[in-house]
């Protein structure tokens, strides 16, 4: 855990994001908005938002973040959902809980680009499955603190 200065930033952080949110007008600008956010202002070094088309069964691409940091339109992304992902947006305990992985491939689109930490978390809304937030450290390589957990 961090101390009560730094949980105050955060709380402050949190408040102008969701005060930059508001004027988002559909949620590919939202996604955009969050990502960008989260970039500049949170920590992280890359972040990206994939969203649960029910309809074709399959993860959808919004925005996300390039090998090289750059915030890059993923709407043409669809993927295959893994059995992990599915057993997360089919399960109650996976609400609010991050999937850490260590150590694993990490990817831009299709290619493996590196190696490092993974974190991704369900986005239920009425407890039904929307998507994922994913989040890793291909940029510096850093290990992930409890803070960044934590945010």
């Not at 925005?63 to 992902?85: A, F, Q, V």
């Not at 831009?108 to 490092?116: F, Y």
């Not at 809304?125 to 994922?132: D, L, S």
Request: aromatic share 10%.
């Amino acid at each position: 855990m961090f101390g009560f200065n730094k949980k105050s930033d955060q709380l402050n952080k949190f408040y102008e994001l969701t005060t930059q949110l508001a004027y988002a007008t559909d949620i590919s600008q939202l996604s955009y908005l969050a990502i960008d956010y989260a970039l500049n202002n949170l920590g992280f070094d890359r972040l990206g938002v994939l969203l649960y088309d029910k309809k074709q069964d399959r993860l959808k691409g919004t925005w996300g973040t390039d090998r090289d940091g750059i915030i890059c339109n993923e709407e043409d992304l669809s993927l295959e959902i893994s059995k992990d992902h599915r057993v997360q947006m089919n399960a109650d305990k996976f609400k609010g809980i991050i999937d850490l992985q260590e150590k694993r491939k990490l990817y831009d689109g299709a290619d493996i680009v590196g190696e490092g930490w993974h974190a991704s978390i369900v986005i239920f809304h009425k407890n039904e499955c929307q998507g994922w937030i994913f989040a890793d450290n291909l940029i510096n390589q850093k290990p992930i603190t409890d803070e960044l957990l934590e945010t």
